[in-house]
């Protein structure tokens, strides 16, 4: 185990998700022409609702309200697009996707419904349904730097690897520096053994975010990755003194110790992660003693 491919959940929470689901602000929503003066009132009263319940995260109260929107205007896919997103916080995937599928049937050139809806099928294992949504939100909107993201990472997540490094290189070129962009798309070159332009990318990102946990990790990768182990485990224990729970960079760290054939530096990090985090430990463990282990066939 060269080093923990769990990188980014530690420091972003919402990887499984890509990115934090969008929701039209309900005055922008479309109270539909054809509602009298009390309907159209009413409409707007559950909506107002509805986004307040969001902002308080709320989220079964929302979908309350934009249910009963939805009874007022059956046609608006911004609703369906907030009512899918409502679906999609409280973890019901699959009424979360027949909802956006829905807002993208009435409004095809709805971007954002559409980059939900990646999301979702993200988060229901199907990749290939959240690319091919990822492409059309990206395709509708190229600029938005948020839907190019989730798009790279689907590129990354489906082994699409060279696609990958080109969607991050636009990406980079789009947002300029970026400290979650610049990790990810020097982690990538690292999976895929580009080490020389993985430094570069790295060596600038950590002099432009010295404080950023996960620049600063990724660049320790791609220093041991070439073999500057005095040099990662400098960068990882700096990093550790300011983020000592950082249990991902703790056992990169230990690594990085058994690398320059430091047992007792890599010993210690063992002990830490063994109060921790038992399975990292293990892992380490194995590391430190791989060369004294004996494995033999089963037993007769």
């Keep these: 185990m060269p080093f923990s491919v769990r990188l980014f959940t530690i420091i972003f929470p919402v990887t ?7 929701a039209v602000p309900a005055q922008h929503l479309k ?6 003066k009390t309907s159209t009132e009413k409409l707007r009263l559950l909506l107002s609702r509805a986004k307040q319940y969001d902002t308080e995260h709320n989220y079964r109260e929302a ?7 939805l009874v007022l205007s059956p046609k608006d896919p911004a609703i369906y697009n907030n009512l899918g997103t409502g679906y999609a916080n409280i973890g019901e ?6 909802v956006l599928e829905t807002a993208v049937k009435l409004r095809p050139d709805f971007a954002m419904a559409s980059f939900n809806l990646s999301v979702v099928y993200h988060s229901l294992g199907n990749l290939k349904k959240a690319f091919s949504r990822a492409l059309t939100a990206s395709s509708l909107k190229p600029k938005d730097p948020k839907f190019r993201t989730n798009l790279c990472e689907l590129n990354e997540k489906l082994a699409q690897n060279l696609k990958a490094i080109d969607c991050y290189e636009e990406l980079v070129e789009l947002v300029g520096p970026d400290a979650r962009v610049q990790s990810s798309y020097g982690f990538l070159l690292i999976k895929t053994n580009k080490l020389k332009k993985a430094l570069k990318v790295l060596t600038n990102a950590a002099r432009m975010f010295p404080g950023e946990p996960i620049v600063q990790n990724v660049f320790g990768l791609a220093l041991v990755r070439k073999k500057r182990y005095n040099e990662a485990v400098t960068v990882f224990r700096r990093l ?3 983020n000592p729970e950082f249990e991902i960079a703790r056992y990169n760290l230990g690594h990085a110790y058994v ?3 430091d047992k007792a530096g890599a010993l210690d990090q063992y002990e830490i992660l063994s109060g921790t ?3 990292l430990a293990k892992n380490l463990y194995k590391l430190i003693y791989r060369d004294q282990l004996i494995f033999v066939e089963k037993p007769k």
């Design 63 to 69: 979908i309350k309200m934009y249910r009963q929107s």
């Design 16 to 22: 499984i998700l890509l990115v934090f689901l969008d």
């Design 277 to 279: 985090n038992p399975e």
């Design 31 to 36: 109270t539909g022409n054809s509602l009298n």
């Design 93 to 98: 995937y699959e009424k979360a996707a027949e």
């Design 259 to 261: 690398l320059k054939k």
């Design 240 to 242: 550790l003194v300011a």
